[in-house]
């Protein structure tokens, strides 16, 4: 269909303009454009990327999404294509999909080579991305995913779509487990109220491996998470920090599990691959951040704007306090979780100690310094659309994992938390009110203290 008109950066752009009633999608690529960044941190996770917008169709190459499916295949043969900027001008959001199914129903054509639609992640659904590869049938990609698991029984196309995705999600962190090593649990139930949805148990031992292994480290100290959310098998949800299991490993020859994962945490049956993939897990003085829709609630329970914006007014002080005091900047890089080298310096010394030994003042330092309060306040425009956001900073707040109560010690109304306090590592519970407030959170009945 076209030859790559025009280089832009590091895009090359495949297509000028492309309209609402294209019905192929065929681009020819000198083999230089494969080539991957001679810096790039992990180029064995780079792969192809076809963007499309209403005015141009580009390609790069960029890191992929780490997730099973890639892991267990060739990247050479996936292209990740985004149409979140795809929106064609004067014409109603029903022609951009028919646009898209046309590509999907046609396939991809690069250097002659088809690819055709995959799947992709529930986050990716909402960015509107998704994974093709290569292919001449959807038959065949159909046998790929269908050696995975047992996705035939589930009759709701949304619900298998929402299933296959979990295969797609981006984890941090793989290592294959044993299912010997794995037990499943039932659910804590009350007539109709499941009170463990989604979370399961997770040894010491395990936890500690995973730590080491993903190399986890807070302030130049090795930590293990309380929390991990996690993929493996047919299972999704979060496993929480449970050391009687390693008890019962060591008093029970029988009981030498690592794992329990409850009823719930399971979403199909898998036929094969033992990946224990971690997606995320707890942090230490992660700050939790007030944004338009968490505003809105707040405002509806009662909090006036006036408290509301002096809050934002604390916010851009703390903001540009980094830049005159020692104590402040630390603060600052810690909620940053920017300890890091000072951009094109050789030594080896972090930012942190170069603030500790030279002082905000030193030319290197306060360039740091400002380039990451620049990247802070630029977060409150929305990339794609340019629009005002709010994404504030609330210092005495912290960013959590919510987990059940296994072993019924909390009362109706009464939650857990003990939070890392100051730059001395210091954990202390909290003893009073909070307010939980999950994300997204749409209902102000969701907001409870």
Not at 19 to 31: G, N, R
Not at 54 to 75: C, E, G, V, Y
Not at 235 to 241: A, D, P, R
Not at 305 to 334: C, G, M, P, R, V
């Amino acid at each position: 269909m076209s030859q790559p008109q025009a280089a832009h950066g590091k895009h090359i752009i495949l297509q000028h303009n492309p309209t609402k009633d294209d019905t192929e999608w065929k681009f020819t690529l000198p083999a230089t454009a494969f080539s991957i960044p001679p810096k790039a941190k992990n180029p064995e996770l780079y792969g192809k990327f076809i963007k499309f917008t209403a005015t141009h169709i580009t390609f790069q190459m960029q890191l992929l999404p780490n997730n099973r499916i890639l892991q267990s295949d060739d990247k050479t043969k996936f292209i990740l294509l985004s149409f979140g900027d795809l929106r064609f001008p004067e014409t109603t959001l029903k022609a951009t999909a028919e646009y898209m199914t046309r590509l999907f129903k046609m396939g991809l054509f690069l250097n002659g080579v088809q690819y055709r639609f995959y799947h992709h992640s529930n986050s990716q659904l909402r960015s509107r991305s998704c994974l093709l590869r290569e292919a001449t049938s959807d038959s065949v990609l159909d046998e790929r995913i269908n050696a995975w698991g047992d996705f035939s029984k589930i009759k709701s196309a949304a619900k298998r779509a929402k299933r296959i995705g979990l295969l797609f999600s981006e984890a941090q962190l793989d290592f294959d487990l044993d299912p010997k090593y794995v037990k499943d649990i039932e659910d804590i139930k009350l007539g109709d109220e499941l009170f463990s949805d989604g979370c399961g148990l997770i040894s010491r031992r395990l936890a500690v491996q995973l730590a080491k292994e993903k190399k986890i480290i807070f302030r130049g100290k090795r930590y293990t998470p309380t929390v991990f959310q996690i993929r493996y098998r047919g299972y999704k949800g979060v496993l929480m920090l449970h050391p009687q299991l390693d008890a019962l490993a060591h008093n029970n020859k029988n009981e030498q599990f690592l794992v329990h994962f409850r009823k719930s945490m399971k979403k199909f049956n898998a036929t094969q691959n033992n990946t224990f993939s971690v997606v995320d897990y707890s942090a230490p003085y992660s700050f939790g951040r007030l944004n338009n829709d968490i505003i809105v609630l707040l405002s509806s329970l009662g909090i006036t704007n006036e408290k509301l914006l002096a809050k934002q007014q604390e916010y851009f002080n703390w903001i540009q306090n980094a830049s005159l005091d020692t104590l402040h900047a630390l603060d600052f890089l810690s909620a940053m979780d920017q300890e890091t080298l000072t951009e094109g310096s050789d030594s080896d010394q972090s930012l942190a100690s170069q603030i500790l030994l030279d002082g905000v003042e030193a030319p290197a330092v306060a360039q740091a310094i400002r380039k990451l309060q620049m990247r802070e306040l630029s977060g409150f425009k929305n990339e794609r659309n340019q629009k005002d956001r709010s994404r504030m900073i609330i210092r005495k707040s912290r960013l959590i994992f919510g987990v059940c109560d296994p072993f019924g010690v909390l009362r109706e109304g009464e939650v857990h938390i003990r939070i890392t306090a100051g730059r001395d590592g210091a954990t202390t519970p909290i003893n009073g009110n909070v307010l939980v407030v999950r994300n997204p959170c749409l209902h102000p009945g969701k907001g409870t203290v």
